[in-house]
């Protein structure tokens, strides 16, 4: 054998050596998880993770948990140091449980070349920055959302029913773009059995508006957005809490009107996502709905199918934030990287699965909050509603409100929201003595906190 030879040999040994150890080292390495179930936890376990580990040799294995136990369980290994996860379910309202236990994502973001860019700025805000790891970033989208506003396009463009709204109210019926001509909207096709609705007798009642409305996260999702759309923040830099501004008795009491004279009693027993099969069956005009309902709505077997309109939220006439259309919080749909050994070659998995395959990623979760998402021909050719849904969708995007900033927002802010409006939609106590009440115990929390003296 020549030097020559024998070198080759050597040099094609080690690399080979290397090679195997690679595949080794690949094979050896296992990424972790934490789910919440839904579109994204199926696009992950179902299509992404086994194409990962085809290309790569890594497995990704995604643990669905369920939504009541998600946070508890993350909490706990996650302050016990188990490992258990590499990656985590974020919603930004969470993120003061897990702010000592997760990495900087910084530092992977420039070696990788994630492009934070990608995402409308009022989302990077939301899930990937947070004042309790200021100058980090701490998260990664993957479907966030926000709700908007559906209705019933055919009738609308009904001649019957434009006739009729003008006759009443003088102005031409049309999708609603404040709330309160959503009111005069959802009054006017709010209607009993036997009564005639664009031109055909209706065999069950129709309803003007819906949204949840159950107790606890139901009815507080859907008031929320009403409160902050009346340009409301909570608190300013001072802490000095501005819910005691006339405007929230204001959207209070026009809220329990809305809910309870054009909304269905079920709608009192709905949560998340509940009711819009009433949509698709032809039973409401107008509805709140979150962008995973709009398989639902779309429905084929429905009537609302093809004739769905999509909007913003509407905006809160004289608002006090100059806001021009209407501003609903966005939900969860993030991921963090717990500090594990994996970290980095979780966030690989995640440029990857978001980045590298933008497209498919949309396709699969159906779920979209990238330029390139609605800017994707293939994406708005993928249902046939999609060409009015995704330029909507992406309007919302522009308007959203912040869930996060301190640890001790779930407590006065949401937790707030849902004791307030609960106990005026019950009749309990005027919408004065609940503001009163909220003011006080928000100030009170405030200064155990430390915010204010």
Known sequence: MTDLTRKTTIAGGIAL?????????AQDTTIRWALHPGAEADAVVNYFAPKYEEETG????GEILPPNQLRDQMSIEAIGGTGRW???YHSPGWFGSFADHVVDLTPYIEEHGFDVNAYPELVVESHMLSDARPGEIIALPTTPAAPMLIVRRDWFEHPDEQEAFEAEFGRALSVPETWSELREVAGFFTRDAGETLAGETLERSVYGWADALGAGAGITRSFIVVLYSTGVSGWDEDFTPDIDNPIVVEAADYFVDLAQNTAPREAQNWGFLEGLEMFRDGRLATATMWPQGVGTVEDEAGSAAGNTGYAPLPMWEDNIAGLTQGTPFLGGGGVFIFDTPNSEEAF???KWMLQDNEIEWGKQSEQ???SGHFASEELRNLRPY??????AYEQVLESVFIRQGIPEYGAVMWNGTTEFITDVFSGDLTAEQAQTRWVNEMTSAFRRAGYIE
Not at 17 to 25: I, K, N, V
Not at 58 to 61: A, Q
């Open 17 to 25: 050596g290397l090679t195997m150890a690679g595949s080794a080292m």
């Open 58 to 61: 890594i497995r990704v294995i």
């Open 86 to 88: 590499d990656l985590g």
């Open 348 to 350: 690989k998995f995640l």
């Open 368 to 370: 979209f909050s990238t």
């Open 386 to 391: 999609y060409p009015d849904f995704l330029p």
